[in-house]
């Protein structure tokens, strides 16, 4: 058990750095272990060094970030993204991802030269309180930063001899090309992600489906697939008689072949690499799955650290770890009831992995394993198989109908049944003790399956979900006000905490140039709700049609369901909203239309200049004023000085001002910062060139005793409300951390 726990203490070592109580628990549990298995000093210290060694680049890793410009790389592979096509580059012994708009297809192999300076990108702290972390994930793929070009027009490049890795990866673009080449249909999709991993033509709408379904890992190039690879090379080589120590020789140079044309992706590695060594310690008969499938994971972690953030990598040694240790209690059941338990074991034993990594719980995950593996099993992955013999002798065009069939049902069949009920269901983070329980009841879980327990099974289950609904629906707190971090631009959240109520005020936005790869929600607002556990904004106000305020609308109102949305008509950019819209306009709600009015205890007043001698939209922004408790709030989205002075002989006492138009001059006159409020939001971008929040600003707030707080030096900004009390933290300022009381 020795290489079994020292994955063990890497695991540890990881989870004292990133979430202590977790990792302390398991160490206790550990230590334990050890105890009742009797110590053996040389183990002990060895055990020691590497929790040492392994905390030590946990907690002080680092990008490795580029400060000089590249001037030399060469093109090690191609980045697919939609329609385009990105270079992974290698220069002074670090990689890269470089994006180019325009240009000539660089071949794989070449060695470039810039002609002038290009900047690398580095991936950035994380603004926001979000579990998304930008340096980890680039770490983890061993990326030193990313490069954004317009063009090539100041890139020489000239072709050089071939690294073995540049050749595989150059192997591998060709069989794409030959794949697409080979059919007009949709199928070629399907058979780059189940034949290499490359999802390149396969449609957001599948891909999404197989997410919701819980199938994706079935696409996925993973042990599942190496399984069926060495069953099917099993079968067809012993059709032929051929000796059995041959035909397990075969299948590790196919494997290997499999490997190598993957080039070493995680899963794949994991699976080749204990399938190979299972064979091979066959010839001793000896079977030893826990020690191999360890060497496994001690092997890349050993060249990669940081590939234990990835969750493709916890989920594939997870699932397989348990299915391992429970074998023995499976293994002679009938075939249908073996597959039932094994499907369970997996959904169970990943569980915590896809709420920490997801924040999500499958509602379905069980039911469409069932249904799907079998169906994978003989239809799709023998498909995939034929094609690709056919793809390298006789493709005919028979064969390519079948295929277009059998694929283009499977394609309805998903999409058919992502749209039936609702699949998954959105969970908030939980805290480490919360964790530390489901950890122990998904164990019991386990436990119960594999001795088939089968009442207590059901007790089990019924008290993880028990604890999992609880605790998603239960909070200590009262109401949280979130400014988050979009850059220049605003978007804040208000949650009435027990009623489960969430007001959204403006979405935050940027100019795309193009069609983005990532938006700027996707990184911002939506993990945010995600994470909080928000299945639908209540309320969502747009206070006026800017971009930086109404942005990413769209995008998140087709990713969260949106009871109603406020706006104003006297908007002069309403028009242009109105043209974009794609949802029911009965969700639409003039700002005119209401005076005062509750969601759940939230209160709020709607303080909007009715009638303005201008459209322009800053000057019709919504105004409303927010009470939670005993605490109040004035969001003023971009209104200027005039709105402000119309409005100060109405306003209520208040504590909190959301600075209008991101701190800019043209608002937060003298007589409003004379007022009695305590605390001054405000929502600006990093280096934006705008200047906001303007000095004059700043200094009028500060001349008043104001506590300001700028997502430009602070990130995000949350303030908890529980009775008279309120407690506000940033994300980059901790030194700003505090709470007040009102009596």
């Given at each position: 058990m020795i290489f079994f726990n020292s994955v063990m203490i890497i695991v540890i070592s990881c989870l004292i750095v990133s979430n202590p109580v977790l990792g302390l628990f398991f160490l206790s549990v550990f230590i334990f272990k050890l105890i009742r298995k009797g110590f053996h000093l040389k183990e002990t210290v060895l055990y020691a060094l590497g929790l040492i060694i392994f905390g030590t680049i946990y907690y002080n890793y680092d990008l490795r970030s580029t400060e000089s410009p590249i001037v030399t790389f060469r093109v090690i592979d191609y980045e697919y993204y939609e329609d385009n096509i990105g270079y992974k580059i290698e220069s002074d012994n670090k990689n890269f991802i470089m994006y180019v708009e325009k240009g000539e297809r660089i071949p794989i192999g070449s060695v470039c030269r810039t002609l002038t300076k290009v900047d690398v990108v580095n991936a950035e702290i994380e603004r926001n309180f979000i579990k998304r972390n930008e340096i980890r994930k680039n770490l983890s793929k061993n990326l030193s930063g990313k490069i954004y070009l317009e063009d090539l027009s100041e890139i020489t490049c000239y072709r050089y001899k071939h690294t073995f890795i540049t050749k595989l990866n150059e192997m591998r673009f060709n069989y794409i090309v030959k794949v697409k080449a080979s059919s007009e249909h949709s199928?070629?999709?399907?058979?780059?992600?189940l034949s290499i991993g490359s999802k390149i033509f396969l449609t957001n709408e599948l891909f999404y489906a197989l997410q919701k379904l819980g199938i994706y890992h079935l696409y996925v190039i993973s042990g599942t697939h190496v399984a069926y690879l060495s069953v099917a090379i099993f079968v067809i080589l012993k059709m032929f008689r051929i000796p059995i120590e041959i035909i397990k020789m075969i299948t590790i140079i196919m494997l290997i072949l499999f490997l190598l044309i993957n080039v070493f992706n995680p899963s794949v590695f994991r699976a080749v690499f204990m399938s190979t060594l299972l064979i091979i310690s066959s010839f001793l008969k000896k079977k030893p799955y826990v020690a191999v499938i360890s060497i496994s994971a001690l092997v890349q972690l050993g060249f990669s650290p940081f590939i234990i953030y990835n969750a493709g990598f916890a989920l594939s040694y997870l699932t397989t770890f348990t299915i391992l240790l429970c074998r023995k209690n499976i293994s002679n059941m009938h075939s249908i009831l073996q597959l039932f338990l094994i499907t369970l074991i997996a959904e169970f034993s990943t569980l915590l992995i896809i709420l920490v990594f997801f924040n999500e719980i499958s509602l379905s995950g069980l039911l469409m394993n069932l249904i799907f593996d079998p169906l994978f099993t003989l239809i799709i992955f023998p498909a995939t198989l034929i094609f690709n013999v056919a793809l390298f002798t006789i493709f005919p065009v028979t064969l390519d109908s079948i295929l277009n069939i059998i694929f283009s049902y499977n394609h309805k069949f998903i999409l058919f049944l992502s749209t039936v009920i609702e699949h998954r269901v959105v969970i908030k983070n939980f805290n480490a003790y919360i964790t530390i329980l489901i950890i122990l009841?998904?164990?019991?879980?386990?436990?119960?399956?594999?001795r088939k327990k089968f009442k207590q099974l059901?007790?089990?289950?019924?008290?993880l979900l028990t604890v999992i609904i609880t605790f998603a629906n239960y909070s200590k707190n009262d109401f949280k006000v979130?400014?988050?971090?979009?850059?220049?631009?605003?978007?804040l959240l208000i949650q009435d905490?027990?009623?489960?109520?969430?007001?959204?005020?403006?979405?935050?936005?940027?100019?795309?140039?193009?069609?983005?790869?990532?938006?700027?929600?996707?990184?911002?607002?939506?993990?945010?709700?995600?994470?909080?556990?928000?299945?639908?904004i209540d309320l969502l106000v747009l206070t006026h049609f800017d971009n930086d305020h109404i942005g990413e609308f769209s995008h998140i109102y087709e990713n969260i369901d949106v009871n109603r949305i406020m706006i104003n008509l006297n908007d002069d950019k309403l028009d242009f909203f109105l043209e974009s819209y794609q949802g029911e306009h009965s969700k639409l709600i003039h700002s005119d239309h209401l005076s005062q009015f509750n969601i759940g205890n939230i209160r709020i007043r709607n303080l909007t200049i009715k009638e303005q001698f201008t459209k322009e939209s800053n000057a019709n922004s919504i105004i409303l004023d927010v009470s939670l408790n005993k605490f109040s709030f004035l969001f003023l989205g971009d209104a200027r000085i005039e709105e402000e002075k119309k409005i100060i002989p109405i306003l209520n006492t208040f504590d909190v001002l959301k600075v209008g138009h991101h701190g800019s001059d043209t608002s937060t006159s003298e007589e409003l910062v004379q007022l009695s409020f305590n605390y001054a939001l405000?929502?600006?971008?990093?280096n934006n060139r705008y200047k906001h929040p303007h000095n004059v600003v700043i200094e009028r707030l500060t001349q008043n005793d104001k506590f300001i707080l700028n997502t430009k030096d602070d990130g995000m900004i949350e303030m908890i409300i529980k009775r008279n009390k309120m407690c506000i933290r940033s994300k980059l300022s901790k030194q700003k951390d505090h709470c007040v009381k009102k009596e």
């Open positions: 199928y070629i999709g399907d058979m780059l992600m009841l998904t164990y019991f879980i386990i436990k119960t399956v594999a059901v007790v089990h289950i019924v008290l979130t400014m988050i971090d979009v850059g220049q631009g605003d978007s905490l027990k009623n489960d109520v969430a007001i959204l005020i403006d979405t935050g936005g940027r100019y795309y140039r193009e069609a983005p790869r990532v938006r700027l929600s996707d990184k911002t607002v939506l993990p945010y709700l995600k994470e909080q556990g928000i299945r639908k405000v929502s600006a971008g990093v």
